[in-house]
């Protein structure tokens, strides 16, 4: 047998006996019988419960504990789910939301409020609880859960009140709500209960007490707390997500965890008897799950926390156990939990640190002290376990994580206590809750500023398309390999020399992203930007160069040009057509009034603001220009000459939709410009804004507060002369939240869509 082989298997051996591994087959099937009945039906889910029990009954008989178990776990989570199902699939309000009707409600709020922005439009989303519902048929007595869309007047709503609403009803996607709901009219709110109320206490003192110290801390330290996540940027977000840091933009089992043994330790300084400690772990996790509300990842994430309590009182082998049990109970409880990517990374997460960290800390212990080595063992065991999952829900590997997480975490345990605690202070009169408060700030402010670094250096992420299982396997013999290696010094430290190269000289990731939309290609100062609509190109301006033009089209594989669109006629937005059109199917060439030109025999389409065309699965509306930007004769005079050009304000406004996704390409218009669509009442909202020439400091603040944009792309050209783009610009969109992103510092900029949300990837 091979000595490898043999290593392995000894190391297999380790491995079980240092873990209690019989609840996890039972974990695991729960798992896949959850993830699979809910995707087929509440028959399947019958069938499946019923052929449990039967499995169940032979095992009793022939003395088969472990399949006994297995089998009445698979049978217990396949009939909650038929039965929450059938809940879903039949009752009065799924028939009512078939029929589209429109009822009054009296109802519980369930979730907080949460706002969102689509196309400039600003709507907030809530989780209700419909308790009683009221038709022309007649009033009905349920307990269902309802997701509703309302305007900002339902951002005030706090998690406990009940109310009374008018909604129009529409059936929901598979799911645990069974409907979903337009918020029509609002009525009366009730006060909550005491206990939700003087946890909405705790919040706003936590998100004022943050406020007192590092602008950073007013977003970081409220998420970190109690998952109040409404001061998060989409830049901040992306980020962490690049840095492998998202795990603290939301509460968590190690949130819990920390605070769990902070009042632990208060407690056994404080004389509480051991025997009475407990009482004190109870009551902070129900405190927390009040404090952070009591939705499915909370309960997900206090199950979590309970789990590293018992790893701690009980060793990584009750730790493994209990484990397997918090899994089998919270897909009991909620078996939607098993499709949630939440559940994954946190199962994932503490399965990781309960089997690789008393390992890693072993081996790193022979060469560096116990607590560097097991500061250093827990960030690479997690990050190790999770990469998998990670991979498949962004497409990406984070190679920084574990140096990220490494350096951000002396902050997070000070920032989660120090900002719950001036939360508390914030209670009681007097300026108590200022200087933790002020302290807290600045913890979140070094974790964002770590997540930043980490996220700008270049080798950060790396695309990944492989199946998972792939990365998965990789990932155990990295686990093996980095084990071995740990025990070594030298080894190890020119692992992590390795590493740093790899950072500052990474290899090319893949291009394209998976799920892009919208690239804003690297051309120098110029513009040229390319949609995706649908194994074709639509092509906004091109650049100064034909060669920059032709190579950004190659990178995304276009072979075929539906249309092009020269916003306006100056040259570092056409003379590199030639480049665009070269060895691939076109079709016409639009220009407006700001003028543009074929690169040979392709045919030219002349449009005004008003006109819509389809090209692809994109639909285009020419927006502007309008006013006397719609009247230019003469496109080769520039009239006013500089940044006030007439040719500038004759660019072509577009608002293109693709894939529900609304973008505004604006070409070089200028203030005078952008104010005209305004008043000609044109509609300017978007998800994304290519910002007006390339940055420059002449923008429209009415303009770009109308928009509305989630993200802005500029287009402009390394250490240009023009000074694009400008810091009055980039303040401006800072101002009104939106993340700029920049061709001259991050290269070509894919604006991509990934489970609902847009980000955007660099190159």
């Avoid at 500023?449 to 700008?456: N, T």
């Avoid at 016409?588 to 025999?601: L, T, W």
């Avoid at 303040?731 to 900029?749: E, I, P, Q, W």
């Amino acid at each position: 047998m091979p000595a490898a082989l043999v290593r392995a298997r000894a190391w297999l051996r380790r491995a079980v006996h240092r873990h209690d591994l019989r609840m996890v087959p039972a974990a695991a099937a729960a798992w896949a019988v959850a993830a699979v009945v809910l995707g087929a039906g509440s028959v399947t889910g019958l069938a499946v419960a019923m052929g449990g029990l039967a499995v169940l009954l032979v095992a009793l008989l022939r003395r088969r504990p472990g399949l006994a178990l297995v089998a009445a776990v698979v049978a217990g989570v396949a009939a909650g789910c038929a039965w929450r199902l059938a809940l879903n699939e039949h009752g009065p309000v799924p028939d009512l939301a078939a029929d589209g009707a429109v009822a009054s409600v009296e109802a519980q709020v369930r979730s907080d409020p949460r706002t969102f922005v689509r196309a400039g439009r600003t709507g907030v989303v809530v989780s209700l609880r419909v308790e009683r519902i009221t038709t022309r048929h007649g009033t009905v007595t349920t307990r269902a859960l309802v997701t509703a869309f309302g305007d900002e007047s339902a951002a005030a709503l706090v998690v406990g009140q009940r109310l009374t609403a008018r909604l129009s009803l529409a059936p929901a996607d598979r799911g645990p709500e069974v409907a979903t709901a337009r918020l029509l009219r609002l009525g009366p709110v009730q006060t909550p209960p005491w206990w939700w109320g003087g946890a909405q206490d705790v919040r706003d003192g936590v998100a004022r007490a943050a406020a007192q110290g590092h602008p950073d801390g007013r977003a970081l330290v409220p998420a970190l707390v109690d998952g109040d996540e409404r001061g998060l940027t989409d830049e901040l977000r992306e980020d962490f997500r690049r840095s492998g840091l998202t795990h603290l933009l939301a509460v968590s089992g190690t949130n819990l965890t920390i605070v769990l043994a902070c009042l632990l330790a208060l407690a056994r300084v404080g004389g509480v008897p051991p025997r009475w400690t407990w009482v004190v772990g109870v009551a902070a996790v129900v405190g927390f799950v009040l404090l952070a509300r009591a939705e499915p990842s909370v309960v997900r994430a206090a199950a979590m926390g309970l789990v590293g309590i018992a790893a701690a009182g009980l060793g990584s082998r009750g730790g493994t156990r209990a484990l397997a049990w918090a899994v089998v109970v919270l897909l009991l409880v909620d078996p939607w939990l098993a499709l949630r990517p939440g559940f994954v990374l946190s199962v994932s997460a503490t399965a990781g640190i309960l089997l690789l960290v008393p390992p890693f800390a072993d081996a790193l212990g022979r060469w560096m002290p116990r607590w560097a080595a097991v500061a250093l063992a827990v960030p690479l065991a997690a990050q190790l376990a999770c990469t998998p999952a990670v991979a498949v829900l962004s497409g990406e590997v984070s190679l920084v994580a574990v140096l990220a997480n490494l350096l951000a975490a002396p902050a997070v345990a000070p920032a989660t206590v120090l900002g719950l605690g001036a939360g508390l202070l914030a209670l009681l009169p007097g300026p108590w809750a200022v200087l933790p408060g002020w302290l807290a700030g600045w913890c979140g402010h070094w974790i964002a500023s770590v997540g930043r670094w980490s996220a700008g250096l270049p080798g950060a992420s790396v695309e990944w398309g492989a199946p998972w299982w792939v990365l998965a396997l990789l990932c155990v013999v990295l686990a093996v390999g980095l084990h071995r290696a740990a025990r070594r010094p030298a080894l190890a430290v020119g692992l992590c020399l390795g590493l740093v190269v790899v950072l500052v000289r990474p290899p090319q990731p893949g291009w394209p992203p998976r799920g892009w939309l919208m690239v804003a290609c690297d051309v120098g100062q110029g513009d040229a930007t390319v949609v995706d609509v649908g194994g074709a190109a639509l092509v906004v301006d091109a650049g100064p160069d034909p060669t920059a033009a032709d190579a950004c089209l190659d990178r995304l594989g276009v072979r075929r040009v539906a249309a092009v669109v020269l916003t306006h006629a100056h040259a570092d937005h056409v003379d590199g057509l030639p480049g665009v059109l070269e060895g691939r199917a076109a079709g016409p060439v639009v220009v407006g009034p700001g003028g543009g030109r074929g690169a040979g025999d392709e045919p030219v389409r002349q449009v005004a603001a008003g006109d819509r065309l389809v090209v692809g699965a994109a639909r285009v509306e020419v927006v502007g220009p309008v006013g006397p930007g719609a009247r230019v004769t003469d496109p080769s005079r520039d009239e006013h000459g500089g940044e006030g050009s007439a040719v500038n304000d004759a660019s072509l406004v577009l608002r293109v939709q693709v894939r529900g996704v609304v973008l505004l390409l604006t070409g070089d218009v200028e203030p005078s410009g952008q104010d005209a669509l305004l008043r000609a009442g044109a509609d300017v909202s978007a998800d994304v804004l290519k910002m007006p020439h390339h940055g420059s400091a002449r923008q429209s603040r009415r303009f770009v507060e109308a928009v509305g944009a989630r993200l802005a792309t500029v287009s402009a050209g390394r250490d240009n002369s023009y000074g694009h783009p400008s810091a009055t610009a980039l303040d401006l969109l800072r101002d009104v939240g939106t993340s700029a992103f920049r061709t001259d510092r991050d290269g070509d900029l894919a604006v991509v869509l990934r489970d609902g949300r847009l980000a955007v990837v660099t190159r």
